[in-house]
């Protein structure tokens, strides 16, 4: 009998080729560890700053059309060497009790699009039109990036009443937020009729995942840090200041990410492998390096910078305060004791590896600081970060094959006994109301007959079972004509087994199954900082905070924001990149 496959065309089979033994795919995936990581050097905010950098993009403000209450449109202009771009922001006047960062909310203080090409009268009226309107408006296909933000009403009413008395806002204020405006959806890739991605895959500026969507959301830090200076100068005349560069360089944007983004990762498995073999590749670029004396010194000088980021951290999740305080003490006696033991390791990967003992959190901070140490290794790993997502069974296989590779990469699923009530307590929906994904308590609570099949483990597990009784020497093929429930998961099995890390080993069923270890591997890769969790399902994060302003850009390191010292006066910011 001929062979059932997805396509005519033998997958690309990879083997894993991790060259530091310690930090197999069973470590990396962990779905804990992957819950604890950072941004570093390959992160999407960081390649973007260094892309802007290299190749000299240019901002300039086309329109600035706002009310004396801030009220209106502002339009940047994005001159790239390959294109050129606008950000269309529409700012809205919005009610205390409107305000409302969930996917649902129909109202937002500020929506914008990035925009490809020039704006002309007609496309300016249609962008009115619609983008304030989001997911409900007939958005043009010129959209790339389709997004909203509100305030942090708190820290954007004190920094534009402090500026328009002529002082600087108070940093402690800023602390506890790190941002002016938050984005609650960042649209891309063709969604709601807009640009799709297919036809960005040969751009020079944005083939790459989400590169469109980071550069909608530092444009839109600039134009959070111009917008109250602008409301602070109409409030306070010839008395207001602008706000302190140092300032502005702290603030980011943040971003409220609820459950809605752990589907992806689950449904995105090559993706996902791409990005994290990537940043593992990039870190024993690092590891392989013998230790010298200014690596090291740098080194100790980025856990220091750490160190003073947790400590002013502010967060009102419990357990994420004790993570932060653990980081701290941790990486104080390291700090104190580094020059002194250092001399013990030959190369980073001794290093790293003696210090497995420290809490995840710590472990991540050490390896986004050692990814600071070698630019040259780190970067030659960042444009890898496209992936094929087709899940495929080459021909000509048997049970056995199939048996082998969920034994030697699937043990972590096929261990599970479902049988357990734990294993299998929860269950993934899609919300009708709010349009949302949910978890529901199987048994307990309606919606497990819409069960989304985010459910790897389980799926990996009966096919396991289903395979074991049949003839090993039986083409798989069979087996799925016979059985064609398991020709999904057979192909995701088999594409994943050979790809070198794999899928993320967690059970998103099991009671202690924590949602967030998913959010914040993705927003690791996004860049971001500052984790704020304000539940286990959804978190608070800034983007950019830290980094150059656009007039400033540079490709040099920014992790780890900090808080100003503005007793230390910084020269002025040069403009010669504002058109």
């Not at 190749?55 to 801030?70: F, I, K, R």
């Not at 349009?435 to 389980?458: F, K, S, T």
């Amino acid at each position: 009998m001929n062979m059932i496959h997805a396509n005519n065309e033998s997958i690309n089979v990879k083997p894993p080729q991790l060259s530091t033994e310690f930090r197999t795919r069973d470590v990396i995936m962990n779905a804990e560890r992957l819950g604890a990581m950072h941004q570093t050097r390959i992160s999407f905010v960081r390649t973007l700053l260094r892309k802007i950098d290299r190749e000299q993009w240019t901002l300039s403000t086309h329109l600035w059309d706002l009310d004396e209450q801030g009220y209106g449109t502002v339009i940047y202009r994005l001159n790239t060497p390959e294109h050129l771009y606008h950000l269309v922001v529409f700012c809205n006047e919005l009610a205390d009790e409107e305000r409302n960062d969930r996917v649902i909310a129909q109202k937002w203080d500020v929506t914008f699009g990035l925009v490809f090409g020039e704006i002309s009268e007609e496309l300016l009226g249609n962008l009115q039109a619609n983008v304030p309107l989001q997911e409900a408006g007939r958005n043009s296909n010129m959209v790339m990036v389709l997004a909203r933000a509100n305030k942090s009403v708190r820290v954007f009413d004190h920094i534009v009443s402090s500026l328009a008395v002529g002082q600087q806002p108070d940093l402690d204020i800023l602390a506890q937020v790190g941002y002016i405006l938050r984005t609650t959806a960042v649209y891309g890739n063709g969604k709601f009729g807009i640009y799709d991605f297919k036809p960005l895959e040969h751009s020079a500026d944005f083939d790459q995942s989400f590169r469109a969507q980071m550069c909608a959301v530092y444009l839109l830090r600039e134009f959070s840090l111009d917008w109250v200076d602008y409301l602070a100068k109409q409030k306070g005349g010839s008395n207001a200041a602008a706000l302190h560069p140092e300032i502005k360089r702290y603030l980011g944007v943040g971003n409220a990410t609820g459950l809605g983004m752990a589907p992806y990762l689950i449904n995105h498995p090559c993706v996902v492998d791409q990005w994290l073999t990537t940043r593992e590749e990039a870190l024993q670029a690092t590891l392989v390096c013998q230790i010298e004396p200014n690596e090291t010194a740098h080194f100790a000088s980025l856990i220091k910078r750490a160190i003073q980021h947790f400590s002013e951290t502010v967060t009102i999740n419990e357990q994420q305060i004790k993570l932060n305080e653990a980081v701290v003490a941790e990486l104080a006696v390291l700090q104190n004791n580094l020059m002194a033991t250092i001399n013990q390791y030959s190369t980073w990967a001794e290093f790293l590896q003696a210090h497995h003992y420290l809490s995840l959190e710590s472990q991540e901070v050490i390896i986004s600081c050692l990814m600071e140490l070698y630019p040259k290794r780190v970067d030659a790993f960042q444009e890898k970060i496209n992936a094929d997502e087709t899940l495929s069974l080459p021909k000509g296989k048997v049970i056995q094959d199939l048996i082998d590779v969920l034994e030697r990469y699937y043990q972590w699923a096929i261990n599970i006994d479902f049988s357990q009530p734990d294993n299998s307590h929860w269950f993934w929906y899609r919300s009708v109301d709010k349009e949302e994904p949910r978890m529901g308590v199987r048994g307990q609570e309606p919606g497990a007959d819409r069960e989304l099949a985010l459910d790897i483990a389980r799926q990996a597990n009966k096919l396991y079972l289903a395979l074991k009784p049949t003839d090993p020497q039986q083409l798989i093929s069979e087996f799925i004509l016979n059985q064609p429930k398991y020709r999904s998961i057979a192909r995701r099995v088999w594409t994943m087994g050979h790809k070198p890390l794999g899928d993320i080993q967690m059970n998103v069923l099991h009671k202690t199954a924590l949602p967030m270890h998913l959010l914040r591997c993705k927003l690791s890769m996004f860049g971001a900082t500052k984790f704020d969790p304000r539940s286990d399902r959804w978190v608070r994060i800034t983007l950019f905070q830290g980094a150059p302003l656009f007039a400033e850009v540079h490709s040099d390191e920014w992790l780890f924001p900090l808080l100003p010292d503005l007793s230390k006066e910084q020269g002025g910011l040069t403009h010669d990149r504002i058109a």
